[in-house]
């Protein structure tokens, strides 16, 4: 469902930051305005490390997925929060080891939908689809015929929430849309996570922050270890269980790896049983 570039042209507000253009300028990536790369920049300064925990989660983001498709044989995914494309998108991992896997990639942001023929270059034998629909409303997703027309529900997905949830303010406010997307998905599904944490920064940066989010300098709301945790409740954790991003499974990483602090984001991966 691509749109004409004329009626997406002004739905683009290039006046207000947008989470996506900043994530692709962290990523150094080109596809980002003047007030994007203003919004980065003042967050950077507050956490100097904001670039490298944006490199580390897409990291985690191609790892969980070769996991999902190369370990557990998942070959349906859904991936809410996709991002701007870039190198290594959901689809491409997973189809180089599958051909035959099928993508529905869904995403606020008209910026997204500009590019969105970049995220339908499936393989022959497998099927991708773009979704513009927001995340505070897992209904329309799930019953979006897009979504119905690329997976089969009744056959295990990996749902991708990765550095997605954090933009879902506010405590609690992410447990009731994960439970009714797991909800939907069948017993052998697997969700994955990520989301941002203020739980290794020191004090005073944590103190920054916490002045920025109450000014309204940052839309990334940190979740803690527990409120994390709750997001699994009644799942199968995959080892290593609950650790930041950097640390999920990274034996083919290269050493030394990030700091817990530096990346500040927790990851995670979970079967639906
Ligand atoms: C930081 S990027 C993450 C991209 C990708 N998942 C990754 O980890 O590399 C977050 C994406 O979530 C999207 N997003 C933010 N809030 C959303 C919402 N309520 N519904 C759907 N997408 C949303 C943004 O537009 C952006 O593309």
Redesign the pocket.
């Known amino acids: 469902m691509v749109d004409h570039d004329g009626a997406l042209s002004s739905r683009l507000d290039t006046s207000v930051p947008?989470?996506?253009r900043r994530?692709n300028y962290w990523l150094g990536g080109k596809d980002n305005f003047a007030v994007d790369r203003a919004s980065a920049d003042q967050i950077a300064a507050a956490w100097p490390s904001a670039p490298i925990a944006a490199r580390e989660?897409?990291r985690f983001?191609g790892r969980a997925t070769r996991f999902l498709a190369g370990e557990v044989g998942i070959r349906q995914f859904l991936d809410?929060?996709?991002?701007?494309p870039t190198a290594d998108n959901t689809h491409e991992i997973a189809q180089a080891i599958a051909p035959e896997s099928r993508v529905v990639y869904?995403?606020?942001?008209p910026m997204?939908m500009v590019h969105a023929r970049a995220l339908l270059t499936s393989t022959p034998q497998g099927r991708t689809s773009y979704i513009e629909a927001?995340?505070?409303e897992p209904g329309e997703i799930l019953h979006h015929p897009d979504l119905l027309a690329t997976l089969d529900l009744s056959r295990p997905v990996g749902l991708m929430l990765?550095?997605?949830l954090h933009?879902?303010p506010g405590a609690g406010a992410a447990a009731p849309v994960v439970a009714e997307l797991v909800d939907a998905l069948p017993s052998g599904s697997y969700l994955a996570v990520t989301n941002a944490t203020k739980d290794f920064l020191p004090a005073p940066i944590a103190a920054v922050y916490d002045k920025m989010l109450a000014a309204g300098q940052t839309d990334i709301w940190p979740r803690d270890r527990a409120e994390f945790a709750a997001l699994f409740e009644g799942l199968d954790l995959v080892p290593p269980g609950i650790v930041p991003v950097s640390d999920w499974r990274t034996d083919d990483e290269p050493r030394p790896r990030p700091g817990a602090s530096d990346v500040s984001m927790y990851g995670a991966v979970a079967r639906i049983p």
């Open positions: 947008h989470p996506a994530y989660n897409r983001l809410i929060g996709t991002g701007l869904v995403d606020n942001d997204v927001d995340l505070r990765v550095a997605v933009f879902l």
